[in-house]
T-cell receptor, first 111, second 115 residues
Framework: KQEVTQIPAALSVPEGENLVLNCSFT??????LQWFRQDPGKGLTSLLL?????REQTSGRLNASLDKSSGRSTLYIAASQPGDSATYLC??????????FGSGTRLLVRP | GAGVSQTPSNKVTEKGKYVELRCDPI?????LYWYRQSLGQGPEFLIY????????DSGLPNDRFFAVRPEGSVSTLKIQRTERGDSAVYLC?????????????FGPGTRLLVL
């Protein structure tokens, strides 16, 4: 059974810092991996989707990498801003079409 | 165009009551998913529709939960004899064709509280 783990569970950093969020999964037979952002009381916003054949994806200040063989992904946020404060969720999709999520990393960027 | 919408945004009910949660997917999306998110956890899969049919309902926790999508667009998640443990945020997502490489787009969720 696929399990997704995210470390750390919570993170507080000063504005401007570069940071890395980690995601690991137990079964490397995935089709893709997605990073989502969730603001309090809101739904999920897709940030980046990495197909299993890809190694990384970039969007603005965000860069996500995927090492399928080792079951790991990282989300790199450059020059963090207070507006980046949110919960970041990692999810993998296998052949069952369902997304399997980690519990998230709660990020606070202090002004 | 509009994103995925869900109604109601909040629902408070009493233990034992019946509730219906509605999801309007993005227009033209054939795949629709329901997830449930408990406090402090990531969403957990409930059911996946491809068109009108439930392609995978393996995540429904028990037979009190049922979902329909009669015309291949709007979906309703139905919960009978609600229990306090059903309290959670129920999220709906849709994707264009249900292909494995597609992004799922999520709605804002319905927050269900069972007293």
């Amino acid at each position: 059974k696929q399990e997704v783990t995210q470390i750390p569970a919570a993170l507080s950093v000063p504005e401007g810092e570069n940071l890395v969020l980690n995601c690991s999964f137990t079964d490397s037979a995935i089709y893709n991996l997605q990073w989502f952002r969730q603001d309090p009381g809101k739904g999920l916003t897709s940030l980046l989707l990495i197909q299993s054949s890809q190694r990384e994806q970039t969007s603005g200040r965000l860069n996500a990498s995927l090492d399928k063989s080792s079951g790991r992904s990282t989300l790199y946020i450059a020059a963090s801003q207070p507006g980046d404060s949110a919960t970041y969720l990692c999810a993998v999709m296998d052949s069952s079409y369902k997304l399997i999520f980690g519990s998230g990393t709660r990020l606070l960027v202090r002004p | 165009g509009a994103g995925v919408s869900q109604t109601p945004s909040n629902k408070v009910t009493e233990k034992g009551k019946y509730v219906e949660l509605r999801c309007d997917p993005i227009s033209g999306h054939t795949a629709l998913y329901w997830y449930r998110q408990s406090l402090g956890q990531g969403p957990e899969f409930l059911i996946y529709f491809q068109g009108t049919g439930a392609a995978d309902d393996s995540g429904l926790p028990n037979d009190r939960f049922f979902a329909v999508r009669p015309e291949g667009s709007v979906s309703t998640l139905k919960i009978q004899r609600t229990e306090r443990g059903d309290s959670a945020v129920y999220l709906c997502a849709s994707s264009l064709g249900g292909a494995l490489q597609e992004t799922q787009y999520f709605g804002p969720g319905t927050r269900l509280l069972v007293l």
